[in-house]
């Protein structure tokens, strides 16, 4: 077979694969338009609880006010880098005057005992502030 049967065979091969995915459902176009394997047909249902996405419940965006110990004009963006990086963190704004952390978060990745532990694992003590 010389070079060029090899690369005519070849791309059939590659257009029938794509036509039987096509047909399977298993074959989805990206917003780019480039087709891609989805791995699944879309019309299928899940045939037993194990193959059902998990319940989850409604995302809540939650805000805590961290009471911090700081020692310096620096460490706000210490502790603000540490609680950006927990996963589930939206925002956060450190005040050095006021010795806080304020923290918007999704409830549903994470929650106040993590911020806790990501600026204690890096030296700063924390706890939610309470007002009187």
């Known amino acids: 077979m010389n070079r060029m049967s ?5 791309a ?4 029938a694969a794509g036509a039987y995915l096509a047909g399977s459902g298993m074959l989805a176009q990206t ?3 480039v087709a891609a394997a989805t791995g699944a047909p879309s019309s299928r249902a899940p045939s037993s609880p194990v193959d059902a996405p998990p319940a989850s419940r409604a995302a809540a965006i ?6 911090v110990k700081m020692w310096c004009a620096s460490c706000p963006y210490i502790v603000k880098r540490s609680l950006e990086d927990v996963a589930g963190v939206l925002g956060v704004d450190v005040s050095y005057r006021d010795q806080t952390a304020v923290v ?3 409830d549903t990745r994470t929650d106040v ?11 700063f003590p924390s706890a939610p502030l309470v007002r009187d």
Do not use: P
């Open 6 to 10: 090899a690369i005519a065979a070849s």
């Open 12 to 15: 059939a091969a590659i257009l």
């Open 31 to 33: 917003s780019s338009g």
């Open 62 to 67: 939650e805000t805590v006010t961290l009471s």
């Open 104 to 106: 918007r978060f999704d």
């Open 113 to 123: 005992a993590a911020l806790i532990e990501a600026t204690g694992s890096i030296g």
